[in-house]
């Protein structure tokens, strides 16, 4: 790696050229793997698809794996004995057509089912396949009850049919392309009957000879279903079944707790049923089961899979025989319905169960992946030591743990789809970039240093989550980027430094100092001056052999695994807080670790000393003082004893790494519980949207949203299609030019704040709530749409925009506004002028004289300048939304500003502005009315808009509003 100079890098656009560096690498290595993935992928599939045309099992061997199966599960049982006291059970079969399912599963039924008390009704949807005659033939061998329906009901419809007549305590609802076992029944009631919390209790399924189907045919006899777990997939919390596809085995075969299981073989008390009506009728044969095992989950009850119940399920059989684009409509419908009523809640309880480890929603407990400069036992990164021990205290938790290294990974952007938290320690890693199959993706960034570089790129505001490691540090983030940002300093690990490790002789000494040079300059290099003290010092770390007078003190580079016992080696570490962390206060790994190994630390750096430390940390600011510090502590064993003693308690009684995994936990449980806003910008692009007055109008937004302690997404034009919002419980829709299709999972809100006439009736009434930006249009509206609507017009930011005066925009006539390739309205009726104009804004060039034009943008924060500092600022409208009434935001931060405004005569200007707002007709009453105030010096007369009635037109009262809608 090429060592850039000092001088290099204090060179003007010398950060702008190493961002752009590092992003054509990252490019170029990103297009690079996923075109070697692509290839890889592709063998692949081709030998897969070979693999599958060959495999066949034979006759001989299905018989030996079918037997084997019920040998294995056999051996195991431990049948539960119930007399003929036990409670009766209802068996309900759904049929249509479904014959020869019905052969096999009655074949030897009652020797199979060894339970004394039971009854069979089976729910018959009109068949022609002779089942009708089949069930009325062994109706007198069995206590069968038939329901015959006079056209194929809903899987739900029937089950619910068939349980209002059922005589049983118990309800069991079995598939009729079910196989069964012996003893499966017994089994399954032993588990119902263990607790009153027990709600359903599901069964083993197995595969049985899958060769004839198209999708499962390398199933055979393989595990089809041990409970039903989540996952997200697409935006969608989709239910799956455990175990589908492992080799069979018998193992353990305890009872477990589960999400849900399948309506195959469930088993529930008929009380309990009915506590949560029982199966919505709103499914048609799909998600009924899972829907109905939330509900008890939300109940109280524990849904319970019971390993010892084994039975062959031949679903693939049923399914495949639908026909595709029934079955595709269906599922459809199904999920659509299913995401509106559980992905709010699945998606909250799947992600706590994870980090929980509850391992009841997801099969895996939560992982956790480190973004680091390099991993491994030679690395000299301080990141990944850091990373390191952090994860080692998640691991406790029973999380995992992962690391996404810049120097070894292919491409650092292609996320593991089960990875769920993301934790940066780069500036470099722009998370925008990211490619992950998990669309509840956490982002965590952890600086701990080069603050100003981190809040320098785009991606930053994208995080979800950010933590800093000092208390100044925390304010200059959250002071530049209005993110909300959590202290953690860094810490250290009381089992890997600790005062029973054992020293090293040949690293003996009195003082030394542990890290390493990289061509940044450093204090240490000219406050240390071994030479002028009677103390033996070494000086471990990379590249030091570039100083001569440090030469003969430097011991190389040691491992991070060595670095206990290089502190166990002196009696005084010496630490250099280098010029990125010094100014923020942020405190090095090394001052905690060698406090915890039982040494005295000395610093330079004061302000993390006073933060972190509470001033108990001995500090130098010179190359005298620490002279200074270092011979008394040398010299007073007891003194230096005490001090390390005081350190020592301190650090590890708040500065632990198991300290800072529980401080995360708890951020990521606040944040996993907290609601979840989109917000959909139309603005075409991230490198255009500040050209957009919806993106300031989103930030207002956000900000007051997060007050409110709701997390907020921004999601530009490209952004509103995808999955991106698949964490979101709401959608709101900043509706102006581009239309949104809103998606079934989320509560979606419109707020129609411009171009009313792009949007049609139909269009309205996709939302569950719409806000109009006009009094007008939203009383019209409200009477030919079947949704809510509510008037909610434009607002301002009194943060932000208040009378704050700048010569540097001090002109008699201001307009700001792009011209989007159209001569705007008031611009057009006043030119040509021989006032003093100014024109901001894109796109007037070749459209107005330039002498007009002063710039094409004024940022957001500088805006109140320009309308406090002009003696009239001009406002206009487009055609629709002056006809319309929708009043222009510039209204309201002018207004708030103190500025003289002079606007087209827009629909309900005047019943919020009053008089304080002048409005014209044409071309000449403008040139009159700017003549006339321009003349009589009016300079002033905003502020006769009383500031205390914008209270009604802020961003807190817009929020105040959206939050008890979706509360």
Known sequence: MVKIPPSVRKLKGFEELRMFRNHIRDSYNSLKHRTVSKVKQLKKSQIMDYIKQDYKLTESQKKELYESIIDQNFSNLELAEFNNEAPLVSIIIINRNGLKHLKRLMEDFTQKIQYPHFEIIVVDNASSDGSLPFLENISGILPLKIIKNEKNESFSRSNNQAAEIADGEYLLFLNNDIEPTYGWLNQMMNSAIQSSEVGAVGAKLVYPDCSGSRYNRRNSFKIQHTGIAFREENGFIKPYNIGNGDVFQVKGELDEPRAAVTAAALLIS?????????????????????????????????????????LFHYEFGTQESDKNHEVKQRRLSNRELFQERWGKWLRRELLMDKLNCNQLYSEKPLKVAFVVTETGENSSAGDYFTALSLGKSFKKFGWEIDFISRTESKDWYEVAPDV??????????????????????????????WLSRWISHPDFMDFDLVMATSETACRY????????????????????????????????????????????????VDMLDPESLPYTFKLFGKNWDEFEKLNEYYEGFVNYQDMPRVYRSTRIVVDDANRVTK??????SRVFDAIASGVLVVTNGELGAEETFKGILPVYKSKEELKELLEYYLSHEAERKAKIDELKEFVLSHHTYDQRAEKIRDCLENYILKKKMAIKI???????VEEWGDYY????????????DCEVLLQVLPEWEGDGDARCDTVLVLRGLSRYQPKSQHFNIMWNISHPDEVTIEEYNQYQHVFIASQF??????????????????????????????????HDLLFVGNSRGVYRKIIKD??????????????????????????????????????????????????DMRDKGFLSNRLFDASACGAFIISDNVNGVEDVFEDTVVTYEDSDDLQALIEYYLFNNYENKGESFDRTNLFNFTFEKRIESIIKLID
């Not at 139309?682 to 255009?688: R, S």
């Open 270 to 310: 008929k009380d309990k049923y009915f506590q949560v009506d029982g199966l919505d009728e709103g499914f048609v044969y799909g998600y009924e089961d899972v829907d109905f095992c939330l509900k008890l989950l939300k109940k109280g009850y524990k849904n319970i899979y019971c390993p010892k119940a084994l």
């Open 420 to 449: 769920d938290v993301l934790v940066s320690l780069l500036d470099a890693y722009d998370i925008r970039k990211i490619r992950s199959e998990n669309n509840l993706l956490i982002k965590l960034a952890w600086p701990r240093n």
């Open 583 to 588: 100014e923020y206060g942020s405190v090095n």
């Open 697 to 708: 109008l989103a930030l207002g937004l956000k900000k007051e949203l997060e007050r409110k």
């Open 777 to 810: 249009w939203a009383d019209e509206i409200s009477q030919k749409v079947d949704v809510p609507v509510e008037v909610m017009l434009q607002c301002t930011d009194p943060e932000l925009f208040y009378p704050d005066p700048d010569d540097k925009y001090k």
């Open 682 to 688: 139309p603005a075409p692009n991230w490198d255009e």
């Open 477 to 524: 983030i959250e002071e530049k980027t209005g993110m909300k940002t959590d202290l953690l300093p860094l810490a250290t690990d009381p089992e890997t430094f600790n005062p029973l490790i054992a020293g090293n002789k040949e690293w003996e000494c009195d003082y030394c100092f542990t890290g390493s040079y990289w061509k940044d300059p450093r204090e240490i």
């Open 830 to 879: 006043l030119l040509p002028t021989d006032e003093d104009l100014a024109v901001y804004g894109a796109g007037w060039e070749g459209l107005i004289d330039k002498k007009y034009i002063k710039g094409e943008h004024i940022p957001n924060k500088e805006l109140r300048k320009a309308y406090s500092s002009c003696k009239i600022l001009l406002c206009d409208h487009w055609d």
